[in-house]
């Protein structure tokens, strides 16, 4: 979980895939929707298709609130990471 999270923070879209794939199952973390959405959502940002897929997954049990939310982490995340 470490390393997956230190490579996702520095923009790796594998990482950041398999760290929405342990949020999404509660593997080495809480079971966390709008965390799993979040993580797969930048990685589909930065190309990874399989990501997309897992994300649009995600929705179909996730209330507009969540998805909301998550979205709005991801914005967040995004403008954070492109300053620096």
Known sequence: MEWFRKAAELGDARAMSNLGFMYAEGRGVPKDDVLAYMWVNLS??????????LRDMLEKWMSGNQIEEAQRLSREWMDKHQRK
């Open 44 to 53: 589909g940002a930065h190309g990874d298709e399989n990501a997309r897929e």
